[in-house]
């Protein structure tokens, strides 16, 4: 009865007077035809742009900064078109139901058509990107200053063909050659996923998308406290690493090999002795610098080249001469000219996308005077220390991303109702806990990444403040203890990852039934325990990881729902392998492999359930026919039911209170070996069924393997007399019975008998901890009786009885029966 918080208000959406909806969001119309668009014709106008023949007509013209609503049903497209000025950054930033695709071409519309009017496929786009549903991403396309690589540069001459000074096969841009002055119509096409890919949803995709273009005004800098930031930022973790980057042979182009060290080249193992190149492109320095592995380990990335492209290249008279420093820290600074840093039209910095640059050391506790990013992210880089508390007291900051370093120390806390929305802390060294603090004071938070930390922790019961909560990913994260039972309140849930961790104890059944948002669960290398919990068919639950746990018992019930819920797109997955199920093969898992919205790709194995003690065809040695006929890989082996057939010595004969030894074949060294004790009818016979009682509760026993044909069964004291059907389970509720035996079934019939009066029986291991208990008792009682008397006797020798006062009073008359008559007597 845990209450939970109200979830946060949404924020406000602020939508400028200018958009053309105000006060409202512009809907995009969307479209399923792509061959009644307007046909994009060579004509250019005076600028150099082109121009669509028939207008723009049915394609949806953005305006920056302005949010948008979006509903596409399958195989539905919204087309889209944004002016991007000379050196302008575009931004996006959405929340969608279901993960979908943004083609993007310049100057011309990109189209994804599955299967035209006649049946053939039909594509031609520049690029794309997958965006899944996470919530309120934010995605940067930045120019690439280095290469020119990107859709902003793309020349005219076809599809992913780029342009500018920095291309590899350098070609005129529609607007010149430089890279920079290139401006024009962005296209863009949104489109769903729906039966189109094999990870595809079904049902209708609904989202939010705001796209902003941020281009700094004419002639403007950065604010002098932000450069200062920026300038110690690259003195300190990048510039020392950077002053001993090799330079090879500088006359050469920019993408040659043998011109000056890159990362590129490194991670692809060009510099390797065992790499083979293209004869064109042989590496000609290997005795000045060569590696000979580990060159995908950004932690043994040597050098930094942040801005290293700008110090080299920016000076068009000599190619060859490398700056001492990024021109665009000189001065008032020039956003322009800073790869990884994105500013608004004021020049404040916002964003920061610093990964896997080679910075190392600490951060300088000037990034505090950053006080307009929204964004940072510097994973994959070498950087230590602990993280300034500053950057989490930031009262704009929405996004941090500090994964694969070497932070240390204690996790800061935000700022009360701080907007940070997304916080990646993976791959780092902080050890000492995680703190309420980061659930409390920051409401919205709607993506937490914590893996492979070593935190020695239990999750906290703060936790039921984080009501945004979205994705939680903690796997390897040296958590502990049991889920906490404030997780229900995670409402808003979808991503649940804790594996490879320490806990323990059963998966309630109410963490499940608070989290009706949960689509991805994973408990895998866990210590879980008891039976699954059910999953409802209302869940929207796609995949489940459990194994490598300790769940056990049957499970069919649990996951009729899972399977029901499925739908024919989905993309699911349920892996139960390793734990300690039992009973036969659920119908529903049938239904997962035939069914037609069972689960797809089934051939792929997204099931399976091996190293477990499911039980074979009843009477036999292996599975079901069905189950061999969908291929048994996913269940691995079967496990025989327990066959009890005897009593050692003969006869039926056994008493309440011993150990009966039972012979038999298929026993097996369980923690969870019983056997059970079921009344039989009166007037019963030994042929045709068991004759037990149906309405008749069962008794259990405890139970004591000794080898695979011998067990004993301790008979409770308590089991009242008469005749019953002994039976054994190796696991959970699977006993020998006609259900799991079928034809071959034969019961076993023991004839109970009172305890006999001074019988030495033997007594199993759990009886005999019993009997030690109650002695102990009684040991105890016996000695409180004894200090009673010895006090009494010492009051007696006083003169000073203890019961001196009662007794007198109590002498007058005291009435007992005697012979059938009432007496008086004197005391």
């Not at 049915?58 to 497209?77: D, Y």
């Not at 989905?570 to 689960?599: C, I, K, Q, T, W």
């Amino acid at each position: 009865h845990i209450a939970c918080p109200a979830p946060p208000p949404p924020p406000k959406t602020r939508i400028d007077e200018t958009c053309p909806a105000w006060p409202g969001k512009e809907a995009l119309v969307p479209r399923d035809d792509f061959e009644a668009l307007p046909r994009l014709t060579e004509a250019q106008d005076e600028t150099g742009q082109y121009i669509p023949l028939f207008g723009a007509g049915g394609i949806n013209t953005l305006a920056s900064g302005c949010p948008v609503t979006l509903s596409l049903n399958a195989r539905e497209s919204a087309y889209c078109r944004i002016w991007i000025p000379a050196g302008a950054v575009l931004r996006y930033e959405w929340e969608a139901s279901q993960p979908f695709v943004v083609f993007y071409d310049w100057h011309v519309v990109p189209h994804y058509v599955s299967a035209t009017v006649d049946g053939q496929f039909s594509a031609d786009y520049n690029g794309y990107n997958y965006f899944t549903r996470e919530s309120a991403t934010v995605y940067t396309f930045e120019p690439d200053h280095t290469h020119g690589r990107d859709f902003y540069h793309t020349a005219s001459e076809g599809t992913n063909v780029f342009c500018g000074e920095g291309a590899l096969y350098p070609r005129d841009c529609v607007v010149g050659t430089d890279p920079a002055i290139n401006e024009g119509w962005a296209y863009l096409t949104l489109r769903s996923l729906a039966d189109d890919y094999d990870d595809a949803e079904s049902g209708v995709l609904t989202a939010e998308l705001t796209f902003t273009v941020l281009q700094r005004t004419e002639g403007g800098g950065i604010p002098l406290p932000q450069l200062r930031a920026l300038r110690e930022l690259y003195e300190s973790t990048c510039k020392p690493s950077q002053e001993q980057l090799p330079l090879f042979d500088l006359s050469k182009p920019p993408l040659d090999v043998n011109r000056h060290w890159t990362s590129e080249h490194h991670r692809a193992g060009r510099y390797s002795f065992e790499h083979t190149l293209d004869p064109a492109e042989t590496y000609a320095h290997q005795a000045r610098f060569n590696t000979s592995g580990d060159e995908r380990n950004y932690d043994t990335l040597p050098y930094c080249e942040w801005l290293f492209a700008s110090r080299l290249d920016s000076n068009s008279s000599d190619p060859t001469a490398v700056l001492p420093g990024p021109p665009g820290l000189d001065g008032a600074g020039d956003c322009q000219q800073l790869a990884g840093v994105t500013c608004d039209h004021n020049g404040n910095v916002v964003e920061l996308d610093l990964n896997g640059l080679a910075l190392r050391g600490e951060l300088p506790s000037s990034i505090a005077d950053l006080t307009s990013l929204e964004r940072l992210a510097i994973s994959n880089n070498q950087l230590s220390g602990q993280l300034p508390p500053a950057i989490f007291s930031s009262p704009v900051l929405k996004r941090l991303d500090v994964t694969h370093n070497h932070f240390s120390g204690p996790i800061p806390c935000p700022a009360d109702d701080s907007p940070l929305r997304q916080l990646d802390l993976s791959q780092n060294e902080f050890a000492v806990g995680l703190p309420g603090c980061l659930f409390v004071a920051a409401p919205r938070l709607e993506r937490l990444a914590i893996n492979y930390l070593s935190l020695n922790s239990e999750l906290p019961a703060e936790i039921k403040e984080a009501t945004a909560l979205k994705e939680l990913l903690a796997d390897h994260a040296g958590l502990t203890g049991r889920l906490p039972g404030e997780m229900h309140c995670l409402k808003r849930l979808t991503r649940l990852s804790l594996e490879r961790n320490h806990l323990s104890g059963p998966f309630p059944q109410w963490a499940v039934d608070g989290m009706s948002s949960l689509r991805e669960l994973r408990l895998s290398f866990n210590g879980f325990s008891g039976p699954l919990p059910t999953f409802p068919a209302s869940l929207p639950l796609e995949h489940v990881y459990l194994d490598h746990n300790r769940f056990s018992g049957a499970f069919g019930p649990q996951i009729r729902g899972f399977a029901q819920h499925l739908s024919q797109e989905s993309f699911a997955s349920l892996n139960l392998d390793h734990n300690e199920l039992s009973g036969n093969v659920p119908d529903a898992v049938y239904r997962m492999l035939h069914d037609a919205h069972g689960l797809k790709a089934a051939s792929s194995w997204h099931i399976t359930m091996i190293e477990n003690h499911l039980l074979c065809e009843p009477g036999g040695t292996d599975w079901p026919e069905w189950v061999l006929r969908a291929g048994g890989q996913y269940v691995g082996r079967c496990t025989p039911v327990a066959q009890p057939a005897s009593i050692e010595g003969g006869g039926d004969a056994v008493h309440a209170g011993a150990s009966v030894r039972v012979s038999g074949a298929d026993f097996a060294p369980s923690a969870e070996l019983r056997c059970m004790l079921t009344p039989v009818r009166a007037g019963a016979t030994m042929a045709g069924a068991d004759g037990t009682h149906r309405g008749v509760e069962p008794i259990l026993a405890p139970a004591d393997f000794h080898n695979e044909s011998c067990v004993s069964c301790a008979v409770p004291r308590t089991t009242p007399s008469g005749r019953y059907v002994l039976s054994v389970a190796n696991f959970g509720g699977d006993f020998y019975s006609e259900a799991t035996a079928g034809s071959a079934y034969r019961p076993l019939r023991v004839t109970v008998h009172p305890p006999e009066g001074g019988l030495t029986v033997h007594v199993s291991t759990a009886e005999a901890a019993a009997a030690a208990g109650g002695s102990v008792a009684g040991f105890c009682i016996l000695l409180c009786l004894g200090v009673c008397v010895c006090i009494m006797v010492a009051r007696e020798r006083r003169g000073k009885p203890m019961f001196a006062q009662q007794l007198h009073e109590e002498r007058q008359s005291v009435e007992f029966t005697s012979g059938g008559r009432l007496e008086r007597q004197q005391a």
